[in-house]
């Protein structure tokens, strides 16, 4: 027999599942979670997990353990917010002699210095100390997890200026790929004008540039990233920053999703 009484049941039924579905929040692994409340990037949250530093709700736990927004995670005895921060993206013109850190022990300005903003960021990888250009800065750190590790194969452009120009054989030499820093670089690479040529890559490692053009005995004179995953400061003054557009983060989120399709096809075949 149907009843007012069963019908407020059948409510308080419905409406205590709902409440028990919004209050349940998707296991991630931990990791991850981390990462997305700004505390530090994945990579350090892994490093953290590890040397058996992170405890989810007073239990160490172990690389792959999942939690989610309801338990209380602790990194070396100290609870972090689980909330995620509003992150912030801006686009560097880096100066020369600025150091691309968060901080310096020696006491040299860094390129967040530059950027009028309280809270902590920090840089996309690195450009040397007297290397200019384009240079991302965010709190955003699964972001800078992505757009930094080499799989995910982001292209950055540099403007170079040598001591003296390339011959016919080393142009051709330095499109078809050489050795640098021991393994194997692919570049696209254009002549500007008689000493400089423009660099397009997806590899950044340790003076990466200067090596590459080193290994045909030449010196680089001037070196100015000027564009990082399509990103570009050529009409941006030496020095200033500005924020990234709405579109812009929309066209870094899509470029991160097209390069995570082309890794999933890889590991298909």
């Known amino acids: 027999m ?13 409406i205590n599942f709902l409440v028990e579905r919004f209050a349940m929040k998707e296991l991630i692994r931990v990791q991850k979670l981390i990462a997305q409340t700004g505390y530090c990037s994945r990579r ?3 490093e953290y997990i590890e040397k058996k530093l992170v405890k989810v709700n007073g239990k160490i736990v172990q690389l792959g353990d999942k939690a989610s ?12 917010s689980l909330q995620k921060p509003n992150f912030v993206y801006f ?21 967040v210095d530059l950027i009028n903003y309280s809270e902590r960021i920090a840089p996309v990888g690195r450009l040397d100390y007297d290397t200019t250009g384009a240079l991302l800065l965010t709190n955003d750190w699964e972001m800078i997890n992505k757009l930094t590790h080499p799989k995910y194969e982001i292209l950055r452009t ?31 690479v254009d002549q500007v004008d008689t000493k400089s040529y423009l ?34 400061v050529e009409k941006m003054p030496e020095g200033s920053y500005r924020t990234l557009t709405l579109k812009e983060i929309k066209d870094l989120k899509v470029l991160i999703s097209l390069q ?4 999933c096809q890889k590991e298909e075949n």
């Not at 338990?71 to 070396?76: L, Q």
């Not at 880096?94 to 860094?110: F, L, N, Y």
């Not at 660099?199 to 564009?227: C, D, M, P, Q, W």
């Open 158 to 188: 540099y403007r170079v200026r040598i001591d003296s120009p390339l011959s016919l054989k080393e142009f051709k030499l330095i499109n078809a790929g050489l050795i640098v820093n021991g393994k194997f670089s692919k570049q696209i």
């Open 91 to 111: 686009l560097l013109n880096k100066p020369k002699k600025t150091i691309s850190t968060v901080k310096d022990p020696k006491g040299r300005k860094t390129v």
């Open 199 to 232: 660099v397009t890559l997806h590899v950044g490692s340790y003076h990466h540039i200067k090596e590459l053009f080193k290994a045909l005995n030449h010196e680089v004179i001037n070196l100015k990233r000027v564009s990082f995953a399509n990103l570009t």
């Open 2 to 14: 149907y009843t007012r009484t069963t019908k407020n049941l059948w409510q308080m039924n419905e």
């Open 260 to 263: 995570e399709k082309k890794l």
């Open 44 to 46: 350090k949250a892994e």
């Open 69 to 80: 927004e309801n338990d209380e995670i602790k990194i070396n005895n100290q609870l972090i």
